[in-house]
């Protein structure tokens, strides 16, 4: 199957700076990925669809100024989260779309602690 | 309006005893059906993709069947390491978005 990797798994940070988490499809290109957002014991919330060379769609409610999604390359999008708070502490994980098949496959996730 | 809805939430087995998820959906012109697997901290695992209604895929104890308005996940002789979060998606003809349903939790007790 297909792998996508994500960078770095665990995260602390201290409120108010910076922080990016990339994602990467090792073995396919994809011209379309997603990021997530996940809390304990919840569903998959998505954030956005990064599409490459052209800017992201955020779903309703998801700040675009807060959560920067750059899909620079066929196999790498990124986020940052800018002046992180303790409440965008969560579980973040993407996915990248293999073309023709449709399938969606996800990253290891990343969990970010915001303190 | 596209929808996916998971049954039952949440799941508990004896090893050994075999039974099947839900996974409802309505969407307008269906271009495929995935399955994964979700354990605690993880993101998910890509179990299968079903794409007409009648196909069949299996891997080990699950078997995954698709219908024109749902798709069922048959766990056979489970085992504990079997328990984990399943979750079905199903992504439309009509654009590039995928719909989650929410998810069934499976403990499988020894």
């Known amino acids: 199957g297909a792998v996508v990797s994500q960078h770095p798994s665990r995260v602390i940070c201290k409120s108010g700076t910076s922080v990016k988490i990339e994602c990467r499809s090792l073995?396919?290109?994809?011209?379309?990925m997603f990021w997530y957002r996940q809390f304990p014991k919840q569903s998959l919330m998505l954030m956005a669809t990064?599409?490459?060379?052209?800017?992201?769609?955020?779903e309703q409610g998801v700040e675009k100024d807060k959560f920067l999604i750059n899909h620079a390359s066929l196999t790498l999008s990124t986020l940052t989260v800018t002046s992180a708070h303790p409440e965008d502490s969560s579980f973040y994980i993407c996915?990248?779309?293999?073309?023709?098949?449709?399938?969606?496959?996800f990253g290891p996730g990343t969990r970010l602690t915001v303190t | 309006e596209d929808q996916v809805t998971q049954s039952p939430e949440a799941l508990r087995l004896q090893e050994g005893e075999s039974s099947s998820l839900n996974c409802s959906y309505t969407?307008?012109?269906?271009?495929?059906l995935f399955w994964y697997r979700q354990d605690p901290g993880k993101g998910p695992e890509f179990l299968f993709t079903?794409?007409?209604a009648g196909e069949e895929k299996e891997k080990e104890r699950l078997k995954a069947t698709l219908t024109k308005k749902e798709s069922f996940l048959h766990i056979t002789a489970p085992k504990p390491e079997d328990s984990a979060t399943y979750l079905c998606?199903?992504?439309?003809?009509?654009?590039?978005?995928?719909?989650f349903g929410t998810g069934t939790s499976l403990t499988v007790i020894p």
């Open positions: 990064s599409n490459e060379g052209s800017k992201a769609t955020y």
């Open positions: 969407v307008s012109g269906l271009r495929g």
């Open positions: 073995d396919f290109q994809a011209t379309t």
């Open positions: 996915s990248a779309v293999v073309p023709d098949s449709y399938e969606q496959y």
């Open positions: 998606a199903v992504t439309t003809n009509t654009g590039n978005q995928f719909y």
């Open positions: 079903l794409y007409s």
